[in-house]
């Protein structure tokens, strides 16, 4: 059911990508498998949904070139990248071709076919149980079916990239960028400029 009240428009374009830069989240490879084509992107937009049964959710913008593989794939893997996989991130971030993505990182094979990255932080091999679309973006439901944790605790984690334009600056700037994160276990930061390493059990602040 969509519910919009016409009394309130939404913000610009430029304002809210702005907003959800400061967010930061995790930076995954999502990957599936498809008439023996192995598909995959990156992918910040990946949320935990519930415990019971454990659930979580990826959006993926339907304009993009693997889109009709994950439309129809009853199987998708979240692999949570570690610090020093910008290389992974930004593969398959960009226009490289389909299986041409794969020829970096150490890929194996996961229970249902899928694509799993070797040394990821953390890997959710998932069955897809449903999906929606909601603006540019199409986002499915996945319950997940098997976990492979790193024994290194560490995540590459994507925040205030320097290449995000400022509203009303026309040019970016970090000058005055600053973050603190608390965190358990070690995290780096992925900047795309600069990897951050953040200490255990504190909270660290950068500029
Ligand atoms: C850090 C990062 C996070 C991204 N997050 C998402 C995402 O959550 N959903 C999405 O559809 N695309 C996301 N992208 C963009 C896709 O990875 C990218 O558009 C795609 O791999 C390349 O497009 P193509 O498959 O059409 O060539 C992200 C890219 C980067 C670098």
């Known amino acids: 059911m969509t519910m919009v009240d016409h009394r309130f428009d939404p913000v610009d374009k430029a304002t809210f990508r702005d907003g959800m830069s400061r967010l930061g989240s995790a930076v995954n490879v999502v990957t599936t498998i498809s008439s023996g084509t192995r598909y995959g992107f990156t992918a910040s937009a990946v949320c ?38 910008e290389c992974i991130s930004d593969h398959f971030g960009g226009k490289t071709s389909t299986e041409d993505r794969f020829s970096v990182g150490d890929w194996e094979v996961g229970l249902t076919g899928v694509p799993v990255l070797a040394n990821a932080s953390v890997s959710f091999e998932c069955g897809r149980i449903s999906s ?38 026309g040019s970016v700037s970090r000058t005055g960028d600053r973050l603190a994160v608390y965190t358990g276990p070690p995290v780096s ?17 950068f500029r």
């Open 132 to 169: 929606v679309d909601e603006a540019t973006h199409h986002v499915f439901f996945g319950r997940v079916i098997d976990i492979r944790q790193n024994d290194q605790r560490a995540t590459l984690l994507y925040c205030m990239p320097t290449s995000m334009p400022r509203p009303h600056e």
């Open 189 to 205: 930061l992925h900047t795309k400029a600069k990897l951050v390493p953040i200490v255990q059990g504190r909270t660290t602040e």
């Open 48 to 85: 935990s949904v519930s415990d019971t049964p454990p659930t979580l959710l990826v959006c993926i913008n339907r304009a993009s070139s693997c889109f009709h593989a994950f439309e129809n794939a009853a199987h998708f893997c979240v692999n949570t990248l570690m610090p020093g996989h």
